[in-house]
Protein backbone atom coordinates (compact mmCIF):
# COMPACT_ATOMS: atom_id res chain seq x y z
CA UNK A 1 0.00 0.00 0.00
CA UNK A 2 1.56 3.06 -1.01
CA UNK A 3 1.88 5.99 1.63
CA UNK A 4 -0.59 8.40 0.78
CA UNK A 5 -3.51 5.52 1.32
CA UNK A 6 -5.25 5.58 4.24
CA UNK A 7 -6.45 2.71 4.13
CA UNK A 8 -8.53 0.17 2.07
CA UNK A 9 -11.98 0.80 1.22
CA UNK A 10 -12.62 -2.14 -1.31
CA UNK A 11 -10.28 -4.36 -1.67
CA UNK A 12 -9.25 -6.24 -5.26
CA UNK A 13 -10.90 -9.50 -4.54
CA UNK A 14 -14.32 -7.40 -3.59
CA UNK A 15 -14.00 -5.25 -6.61
CA UNK A 16 -13.86 -8.83 -8.99
CA UNK A 17 -17.20 -10.05 -7.16
CA UNK A 18 -19.29 -6.77 -7.46
CA UNK A 19 -18.04 -6.92 -11.38
CA UNK A 20 -19.48 -10.58 -11.67
CA UNK A 21 -22.93 -9.49 -9.58
CA UNK A 22 -23.40 -6.61 -11.79
CA UNK A 23 -22.18 -8.52 -15.45
CA UNK A 24 -24.98 -11.72 -14.41
CA UNK A 25 -28.03 -8.92 -13.35
CA UNK A 26 -27.46 -6.94 -16.90
CA UNK A 27 -27.29 -10.10 -18.74
CA UNK A 28 -30.72 -10.92 -16.75
CA UNK A 29 -32.13 -7.64 -16.89
CA UNK A 30 -31.16 -7.22 -21.13
CA UNK A 31 -32.20 -10.52 -22.55
CA UNK A 32 -33.13 -10.54 -25.78
CA UNK A 33 -31.84 -6.57 -26.35
CA UNK A 34 -28.36 -5.54 -26.90
CA UNK A 35 -27.15 -3.06 -24.43
CA UNK A 36 -24.68 -0.14 -25.53
CA UNK A 37 -22.18 0.88 -22.87
CA UNK A 38 -21.34 3.99 -22.34
CA UNK A 39 -18.08 4.62 -20.16
CA UNK A 40 -17.26 8.15 -18.47
CA UNK A 41 -13.50 8.61 -18.95
CA UNK A 42 -11.20 9.07 -17.42
CA UNK A 43 -12.63 7.69 -14.03
CA UNK A 44 -14.41 4.36 -15.63
CA UNK A 45 -11.80 3.25 -17.41
CA UNK A 46 -11.06 -0.02 -14.98
CA UNK A 47 -14.69 -0.46 -13.73
CA UNK A 48 -15.41 -0.57 -17.45
CA UNK A 49 -13.07 -2.58 -18.84
CA UNK A 50 -13.76 -5.39 -16.17
CA UNK A 51 -17.26 -5.01 -16.77
CA UNK A 52 -17.41 -5.47 -20.47
CA UNK A 53 -14.89 -8.69 -20.09
CA UNK A 54 -17.13 -10.18 -17.31
CA UNK A 55 -20.07 -9.47 -19.42
CA UNK A 56 -20.99 -12.26 -21.86
CA UNK A 57 -23.63 -11.31 -24.30
CA UNK A 58 -22.91 -9.16 -27.19
CA UNK A 59 -23.07 -5.68 -26.76
CA UNK A 60 -21.20 -1.96 -27.63
CA UNK A 61 -19.50 0.29 -25.99
CA UNK A 62 -18.45 4.05 -26.58
CA UNK A 63 -17.00 6.81 -24.23
CA UNK A 64 -17.81 10.65 -23.22
CA UNK A 65 -15.64 12.77 -21.23
CA UNK A 66 -17.39 15.84 -18.92
CA UNK A 67 -15.94 17.34 -16.28
CA UNK A 68 -17.57 18.57 -12.88
CA UNK A 69 -14.55 18.52 -10.50
CA UNK A 70 -11.71 20.99 -11.69
CA UNK A 71 -8.65 19.55 -9.60
CA UNK A 72 -10.00 19.97 -6.08
CA UNK A 73 -12.44 17.15 -4.01
CA UNK A 74 -15.72 19.35 -4.45
CA UNK A 75 -18.40 19.41 -6.96
CA UNK A 76 -18.55 22.39 -8.88
CA UNK A 77 -21.94 22.01 -10.27
CA UNK A 78 -21.43 22.60 -13.56
CA UNK A 79 -20.84 19.83 -15.62
CA UNK A 80 -18.69 20.40 -19.72
CA UNK A 81 -18.78 17.89 -22.29
CA UNK A 82 -15.01 17.60 -22.93
CA UNK A 83 -15.60 14.05 -25.36
CA UNK A 84 -18.85 13.51 -27.24
CA UNK A 85 -20.22 10.25 -28.25
CA UNK A 86 -18.75 8.84 -31.41
CA UNK A 87 -21.48 7.23 -32.86
CA UNK A 88 -25.89 8.20 -32.75
CA UNK A 89 -27.62 6.65 -29.77
CA UNK A 90 -31.01 6.59 -30.94
CA UNK A 91 -33.34 3.42 -30.26
CA UNK A 92 -30.16 2.18 -28.20
CA UNK A 93 -30.83 0.63 -24.38
CA UNK A 94 -27.85 2.65 -22.89
CA UNK A 95 -25.71 1.46 -19.67
CA UNK A 96 -23.67 4.35 -18.58
CA UNK A 97 -21.01 3.03 -16.49
CA UNK A 98 -19.69 5.44 -13.89
CA UNK A 99 -16.85 5.10 -11.26
CA UNK A 100 -18.71 7.06 -8.49
CA UNK A 101 -21.88 8.92 -7.61
CA UNK A 102 -21.16 11.79 -5.47
CA UNK A 103 -23.31 14.82 -5.88
CA UNK A 104 -24.90 13.45 -8.84
CA UNK A 105 -24.62 16.73 -10.41
CA UNK A 106 -22.58 14.65 -13.29
CA UNK A 107 -25.32 11.49 -13.93
CA UNK A 108 -28.33 14.18 -14.20
CA UNK A 109 -26.81 16.28 -16.52
CA UNK A 110 -25.75 12.99 -19.23
CA UNK A 111 -29.01 11.36 -17.99
CA UNK A 112 -31.03 14.49 -19.95
CA UNK A 113 -28.35 14.80 -22.27
CA UNK A 114 -29.02 10.77 -23.31
CA UNK A 115 -33.12 11.31 -23.31
CA UNK A 116 -33.11 14.17 -25.29
CA UNK A 117 -31.16 12.09 -27.95
CA UNK A 118 -33.93 9.75 -28.11
CA UNK A 119 -32.31 6.48 -26.78
CA UNK A 120 -34.92 3.84 -26.12
CA UNK A 121 -33.55 3.52 -22.06
CA UNK A 122 -30.67 4.74 -20.01
CA UNK A 123 -29.57 3.20 -17.12
CA UNK A 124 -26.88 4.02 -14.30
CA UNK A 125 -23.93 1.90 -13.26
CA UNK A 126 -21.55 3.12 -11.07
CA UNK A 127 -18.83 0.79 -9.21
CA UNK A 128 -19.39 3.29 -6.28
CA UNK A 129 -21.84 5.29 -4.64
CA UNK A 130 -22.03 8.19 -1.78
CA UNK A 131 -25.25 8.41 -0.87
CA UNK A 132 -24.72 11.04 2.15
CA UNK A 133 -23.77 13.43 0.05
CA UNK A 134 -26.72 13.82 -3.07
CA UNK A 135 -27.76 17.02 -4.22
CA UNK A 136 -29.66 16.26 -6.78
CA UNK A 137 -32.27 12.93 -7.04
CA UNK A 138 -31.35 10.09 -9.62
CA UNK A 139 -32.27 6.49 -10.00
CA UNK A 140 -28.95 4.35 -10.03
CA UNK A 141 -29.86 0.70 -11.06
CA UNK A 142 -27.04 -1.04 -10.55
CA UNK A 143 -24.40 -0.06 -7.68
CA UNK A 144 -21.29 -1.86 -6.62
CA UNK A 145 -20.88 -0.42 -3.21
CA UNK A 146 -22.07 2.38 -1.45
CA UNK A 147 -19.58 4.08 0.06
CA UNK A 148 -19.04 6.43 3.56
CA UNK A 149 -18.50 10.05 2.70
CA UNK A 150 -14.89 9.61 2.55
CA UNK A 151 -12.03 10.61 -0.46
CA UNK A 152 -11.19 8.00 -2.32
CA UNK A 153 -8.72 7.02 -4.76
CA UNK A 154 -8.02 4.12 -7.04
CA UNK A 155 -9.47 1.76 -9.47
CA UNK A 156 -9.78 4.43 -12.10
CA UNK A 157 -10.41 7.31 -9.40
CA UNK A 158 -7.98 10.25 -8.86
CA UNK A 159 -7.35 12.98 -6.94
CA UNK A 160 -5.57 15.98 -9.48
CA UNK A 161 -5.16 13.20 -12.28
CA UNK A 162 -3.07 10.44 -9.75
CA UNK A 163 -3.75 7.23 -8.10
CA UNK A 164 -5.62 5.94 -11.12
CA UNK A 165 -3.55 3.24 -11.75
CA UNK A 166 -4.23 1.47 -8.10
CA UNK A 167 -5.87 -1.79 -8.11
CA UNK A 168 -7.99 -1.61 -5.47
CA UNK A 169 -10.57 1.70 -3.53
CA UNK A 170 -8.48 3.11 -1.06
CA UNK A 171 -9.28 6.22 1.32
CA UNK A 172 -7.22 9.47 0.38
CA UNK A 173 -4.76 10.65 3.66
CA UNK A 174 -6.04 13.72 4.43
CA UNK A 175 -2.64 15.02 4.59
CA UNK A 176 -2.51 15.03 0.88
CA UNK A 177 -5.47 17.46 0.47
CA UNK A 178 -5.41 19.71 3.72
P1 LIG B 1 -20.89 14.20 -8.93
O1 LIG B 1 -21.22 14.98 -10.18
O2 LIG B 1 -20.76 15.10 -7.73
O3 LIG B 1 -21.81 13.05 -8.68
O4 LIG B 1 -19.43 13.69 -9.09
C1 LIG B 1 -19.10 12.68 -9.92
C2 LIG B 1 -17.63 12.75 -10.25
O5 LIG B 1 -16.86 13.37 -9.21
C3 LIG B 1 -17.06 11.35 -10.38
O6 LIG B 1 -17.13 10.92 -11.71
C4 LIG B 1 -15.64 11.54 -9.92
O7 LIG B 1 -14.83 11.89 -11.01
C5 LIG B 1 -15.66 12.69 -8.97
N1 LIG B 1 -15.61 12.24 -7.57
C6 LIG B 1 -16.61 12.27 -6.64
N2 LIG B 1 -16.22 11.77 -5.47
C7 LIG B 1 -14.95 11.36 -5.65
C8 LIG B 1 -14.00 10.71 -4.78
O8 LIG B 1 -14.23 10.38 -3.60
N3 LIG B 1 -12.79 10.45 -5.34
C9 LIG B 1 -12.47 10.76 -6.64
N4 LIG B 1 -13.33 11.35 -7.47
C10 LIG B 1 -14.56 11.66 -6.98
MG1 LIG C 1 -15.08 11.19 -12.88
Given at each position: ??????????SEEE????????????????????????????????????????????????????????????????????????????????????????????????????????????????????????????????????????????????????????????????????
Amino acid sequence: MIKDVERVLVSEEEIKEAVQRIARELEKDYEGREIMFVGLLKGSIAFMADLIKEYSKTCTIDFMAVSSYGSGTQSSGRVNIVKDLSVPIDGKDIVIVEDIIDSGNTLSFIKAYFAAKNANSVRICTLLNKPSRRVVDIDVEYIGFDIPDEFVIGYGLDYNEHYRNLPYVGVLDRSVYS
